[in-house]
C-alpha cells in the first residue's frame, strides 16, 4: 500500500525556524515534493528532492534520506503569509506519473 | 503565459445531474492531472492524459466518471448522476514533456445538493 504521514497541525512564531517532518511507505519512488496550499487556494510547488540530502531554495529547505523514507521541509525567518498547508507528495512511478499526497501539514504562525 | 485555468471556480448540481469541469493547461504543456480534495484529506489522483490519450485512470472511480484531453480545447472531468459524496474541491494540474514538476489550477469546487 502506498502511506505518507506528516503532523496535521503545528503551530510557530514569526521570526522562528519550522520544521515539517514526513515520512512515506511506497511501493517504488521516484521523487518528493513539496507544496504549500493557502486555503481555498491552488497548492504552489516548493520543493523537489529525487536523490538524498539537502536542497535549499532561499528561507526554504527540503531533505531526503531515501534509506529512511523520509523528508522534512525547514522554513526559516518565519512570516505571517507562512501560515498555509504545506504538502509532502511522492511520486512511485515514471518520471511524470501522478503524485501520492500526504493530507498536509496546517501551520500557524504566531506574531 | 497564464497559469492553469479551471472553469468554474464554483459548481452546484442537484443529485442526478451531471458536473462538467473544464481545465486549460499552461501554453506548451502536454500533460494534465485532475485530482479531488475532500475537506480535511489529502489530495487524491484520479487521471493522467496526454492529448487524446489516457494514460492512467487507477484513481478514478469506475462509474459516473470520466475525463478526456482532446486534440483542441480543454480537459473535461465528467461525473454523471452526481451524489452529494462527489462534493468536494477537483482540481488540474499540468506540466511539459520532461519535467517533475506539475503547476496547479485554482481549482473547482462542486456542491451538490
Known amino acids: 500500500g502506498q502511506n505518507i504521514d506528516q503532523p496535521t497541525e503545528m503551530t510557530a512564531t514569526e521570526g522562528a525556524i519550522v520544521q515539517i517532518n514526513c515520512t512515506y511507505q511506497t511501493s517504488g519512488f521516484n521523487g518528493l515534493f513539496w507544496y504549500q496550499q493557502h486555503a481555498g487556494e491552488a497548492p504552489t510547488f516548493l520543493s523537489y528532492?529525487?536523490?538524498?540530502g539537502l536542497e535549499e531554495k532561499g528561507r526554504f529547505s527540503s531533505f531526503l534520506s531515501r534509506s529512511k523514507g523520509y523528508s522534512y521541509l525547514l522554513l526559516k525567518e518565519l512570516q505571517m503569509k507562512d501560515s498555509a498547508s504545506y504538502l509532502c507528495a511522492v511520486r512511485v512511478r515514471g518520471s511524470q506519473g501522478n503524485l501520492i499526497f500526504g493530507k498536509g501539514t496546517k501551520l500557524s504562525v504566531k506574531p | 503565459n497564464a497559469g492553469v485555468m479551471q472553469n468554474p471556480r464554483h459548481l452546484v448540481r442537484r443529485r442526478g445531474q451531471e458536473a462538467r469541469l473544464r481545465c486549460s493547461p499552461m501554453k506548451g504543456h502536454s500533460h494534465v492531472y485532475w485530482y479531488r480534495q475532500l475537506p480535511e484529506e489529502g489530495l487524491k489522483f484520479m487521471v493522467y492524459?496526454?492529448?487524446?490519450?489516457?494514460?492512467?485512470e487507477s484513481g478514478m472511480p469506475k462509474e459516473r466518471f470520466s475525463a478526456e484531453f482532446p486534440k483542441e480545447g480543454p480537459s473535461i472531468l465528467r461525473i454523471q448522476q452526481v451524489v452529494r459524496g462527489d462534493s468536494a474541491a477537483y482540481f488540474c494540474a499540468s506540466s511539459p514533456q520532461g519535467s517533475a514538476e506539475a503547476f496547479f489550477g485554482q481549482g473547482t469546487r462542486l456542491t451538490v445538493v
Open positions: 528532492n529525487v536523490l538524498d
Open positions: 492524459l496526454q492529448k487524446e490519450n489516457i494514460i492512467d
